[in-house]
């Protein structure tokens, strides 16, 4: 879809449960709703389009962007249309009276790095703000050394004025399981953890707390700390990438920066990946966007290498297999060493 964003512009700081200003008649076909002023109670015979109002809030184009911009993650994406669903119902419903409790939207991503746990988290802040749900829409991101300090007194003002940064947006707290430490009760962290769950509860409609990490020390941390496991609405776990999707990722990254794949380096980097994801430190997308930067680093040497050759644009765009094949990657293979900074 190709629409600009018309919903973003006056719908931003919208309260829920209102409708945009600028939702034009034609836009709201067969519905009275979309042409009462904003805070008008609809009649109980009223009806509403929901395409309508999707398309007038600009969940549509948020949605599309996230299929087009993000490869497979097709149970990641399906939650967010769910969530965006509800939180659409539930700014119709209360124009009709039918106030309901604004959900609790506190979540924990899990997945391996380079999953994409980050890219969602700042999508989802873009989505709970068109839909009224927040009202700042920014992320912060943190981790334990931003919320816990080193002496006694310090943690408190710390992890306070991290919430108050976030406040009206998403607070992504990365490797969360770090603020609890299991061998010693006394850690500071603790007391972090006491903060962040009595805003998560009383301030719930003014953040969004997203806790991300590894599956595993998740899920222990959970255990041992039920308060925050019970305060989570949404568990999203973010699968490792296939080949193809890896390939299709590079592709992706590729194009964005107007860069493409000889038909031979097409399948040099698939060799490349097929090799890297079996090695250590292995990141997934992120390992993907390394391994380009580096082959745009090679092929800005290899043009340099003849510099008064006359290179074309389409040599300027195009990766041949030299920029890949010199990677450590496939070195180790040849000498037995590992991939490290490959
Ligand atoms: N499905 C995808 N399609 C396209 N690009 C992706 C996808 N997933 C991740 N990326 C890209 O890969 C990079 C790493 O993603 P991101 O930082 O979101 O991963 P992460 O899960 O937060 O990693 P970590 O656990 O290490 O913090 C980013 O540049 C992102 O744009
Ligand atoms: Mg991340």
Known sequence: MTEAPRGRSGFGM????RLPADAGPGEAEGSQAAL???DALLPD???VNLAAE???????????????ELVGLAPIKRRIQEIAALLLVDRVRARFGLAAARPSLHMCFTGAPGTGKTTVALRMAELLHRVGYLRRGHLVAVTRDDLVGQYVGHTAPKTKEVLKRAM?????????????????????GQESIEILLQVME???DDIVVILAGYKDRMDTFFASNPGMSSRIAHHLDFPEYSLDELAAIAQLMLS??????????????REYLSRRMVQPRFANARSVRNALERARLRHANRLLGEPDRAWTKDDLMRLEPEDFL????????????????A
């Open 326 to 341: 010199v990677s450590r990657v496939f070195q180790a293979a040849l000498d037995g060493r590992g991939p490290e900074g």
């Open 45 to 47: 015979d009223a009806s």
């Open 256 to 269: 964005e920066v107007r860069y493409r794949l000889s038909g031979e380096a097409e399948a040099t980097l």
């Open 14 to 17: 919208a309260a829920p449960g």
């Open 202 to 204: 009383n301030q719930r």
């Open 54 to 68: 999707r398309k007038a809030a600009g969940i549509d184009d948020l949605l599309d962007a996230l299929d087009r």
């Open 168 to 188: 009206g947006g998403v607070l992504f707290i990365d490797e969360a399981y770090y603020l609890y430490r299991a061998d010693n009760e006394r850690d500071y």
């Open 36 to 38: 009462l002023p904003d």
